[in-house]
């Protein structure tokens, strides 16, 4: 389990602690775009748990043109099943197959996060 789902909520801590939420969200969501290969010193990749219920994928590059882009996938996690929203797309639940690299990615995340943390505890 990430670790912020050990702290409260953003909105219910005192102003004091948001910045340690916010850097915790980070360095989770650096971790988590390591998951699926390296990263190009041009591009910037992030995948992270925000909530109990909402996963986030989001990815940054320049084009061939140099023109900055970026694509930012949301995972809603709800009792009736999980739903993929992106851009301006009407939110749809994920695939089989979807559903299956989903839960994969879910259990990697969960395992090198808290390799991580643990390794940055130990120092």
Request: proline residues 5%; contains cysteine; positive net charge.
């Amino acid at each position: 389990m990430p670790i912020i789902n050990y702290i409260k909520k953003a909105q219910d801590m005192p102003l004091i602690n948001r910045p340690a939420y916010r850097n915790i969200i980070r360095y989770e969501a650096k971790v988590g775009g390591k998951l699926f290969g390296p990263v190009d010193k041009n591009r910037r990749r992030e995948f992270f748990c925000l909530d109990r219920n909402t996963w986030v994928w989001h990815e940054e590059w320049s084009d061939e043109r140099a023109r900055h882009q970026s694509v930012t996938t949301r995972y809603d996690v709800r009792p009736n099943g999980i739903f993929k929203i992106q851009g301006d797309q009407p939110h749809r639940r994920l695939t089989s197959d979807e559903l299956t690299n989903f839960y994969q990615a879910v259990n990697l995340y969960y395992d090198r996060v808290s390799n991580e943390l643990k390794r940055l505890v130990e120092r």
